[in-house]
């Protein structure tokens, strides 16, 4: 789908994933478009003052609101106000002082959203999570009603906020599904709060979770599933190969091996080298790569290599390269599962048609361009992913219906 708002790449597809979000509330088209043709294209710097200008008049919109009693404007500007915080994160990596953006942006992300949650009707619940000798944030939204209810657990990305699965929950309530938001090992507060980095054993993350909602009186047990998205299309594929308390799973798409969108932009050399464990080689052809580097380019690494919490660039690399599934793991699955294979996937592409073949249990399903939804995680067509997903969730939670 040829829609273009930057010529850089980075730029345009956050654009378009937050045009996306508009069904949940998280943002206005006009704001959004007028501050985008505020930008100028690639500069990371320009990118962050109009966000971040941006969610700082929604915010005061939202506090004059709240200040004033009027709960839905104040729970709506909050939701916006937050999304506009986030999205002024995503490049910070590039700007000229990195260190100066982030920690307060992400602050005003959270007190935002945080509103949001304690303006919520019906109510979203805030929960802690228990985590080895720490917790994770996690937030449950109830469907409506009473009684034991299916419910999905939503794993985020690599470096998304969490109003990226906020659609994703909101949709789950309309349809009578119970829902878990929550940030992860590496992931928002995690990583910003705490410096607690990824892991690739995601199963050590998901099980408490799932204790956490079996022990509940409003859950049904038999009917726990899971939604993975982006690099959470390998992290829950993981899961529920050693997480069995699953009755279905959604990846979005499939990734059976998170270093190829690593390894493909290094030559064949450097690659021999990481084979060979060559590591003084290995850095000196990375120092001098980065000698080479765009600003944009630059950034994008840094951004994506920070949730890591490696700085080295042979260690870093090498521990990517444990984020694989073996066929072994792969065979464990044995549960219902829903791959999507979006059009142009530009991240991991190949690895949904290829993990289908793997998993004796899964059905692949396919997003195009001409409906709008090609690309990673299908940005402007969430509704239309929403609506398969759930209806196959639907159909494999009550074959009998």
């Known amino acids: 789908m040829a829609f273009d708002v930057f010529k850089d790449e980075t730029f345009n597809f956050k654009v378009q994933a937050m045009l996306g979000e508009l069904r949940t509330g998280c943002g206005d088209a006009g704001e959004i478009m007028s501050t985008a043709s505020s930008i100028t294209d690639g500069d990371a710097d320009s990118w962050v003052a109009a966000w971040r200008a941006l969610a700082e008049r929604v915010e005061k919109i939202a506090s004059d609101a709240d200040a004033g009693g009027h709960r839905v404007s104040a729970r ?16 910070v990596d590039g700007t000229s002082d990195p260190n100066a953006v982030l920690k307060p942006t992400f602050a005003a992300h959270r007190r935002c959203f945080d509103r949001y949650v ?114 959470s299309g390998y992290w829950v594929t993981r899961a529920i190969a050693y997480e069995p308390r699953f009755a279905a799973a959604v990846v979005d798409p499939g990734v059976d091996d998170v270093s190829a969108s690593w390894m493909g932009h290094l030559p064949e050399e450097m690659k021999e080298m990481l084979d060979k464990g060559d590591r ?26 920070k ?66 939804a090609d690309r990673h ?13 759930f209806d196959w969730l639907d159909r494999t939670l009550n074959p009998s219906a």
């Open 280 to 305: 003084s080689t290995f850095d000196q052809w990375m120092q001098i790569g980065e000698q080479d580097q765009t600003p944009a380019e630059k950034q994008e690494i840094e951004w994506r290599a």
């Open 118 to 231: 304690e303006l919520s009707e019906p109510p979203i619940e805030k929960l802690d999570i228990a985590y080895e000798d720490t917790t994770m944030p996690g937030w449950f939204v109830p469907a409506a009603g009473s009684g034991r209810r299916p419910t999905i657990v939503l794993s985020n990305g690599s470096d998304a906020p969490v109003i990226s699965t906020l659609g994703i929950a909101l949709a789950a309530r309309a349809r009578g599904y119970h829902s878990i938001m929550f940030d992860g090992p590496g992931q928002q507060s995690m990583l910003f709060e705490r410096n607690i980095p990824f892991r690739p054993d995601w199963e050590a993350v998901i099980t408490p979770i799932v204790d956490l909602l079996v022990a509940r009186g409003d859950v049904d047990d038999k009917k726990l599933c899971i939604y993975g998205l982006s690099q």
């Open 377 to 389: 995680c299908e940005p402007m067509a969430r509704s239309l992913l929403e609506q398969r997903m």
């Open 76 to 91: 709506e500007a909050y939701l916006r106000a937050s999304a506009y915080h986030s999205a002024a994160l995503e490049v």
């Open 307 to 372: 949730p890591y919490g490696i700085e080295d660039a042979f260690d870093l690399f090498t521990a990517v390269r444990t984020y694989r599934l073996t066929p072994e793991d792969l065979a464990r699955i044995t549960i219902p599962l829903l791959i999507t294979e979006p059009e142009g996937e530009q991240f991991w592409p190949g690895q949904s048609e290829r993990m289908h073949q793997h998993v004796a249990s899964s059905e692949l399903v396919h997003f195009t361009a001409a409906e709008g």
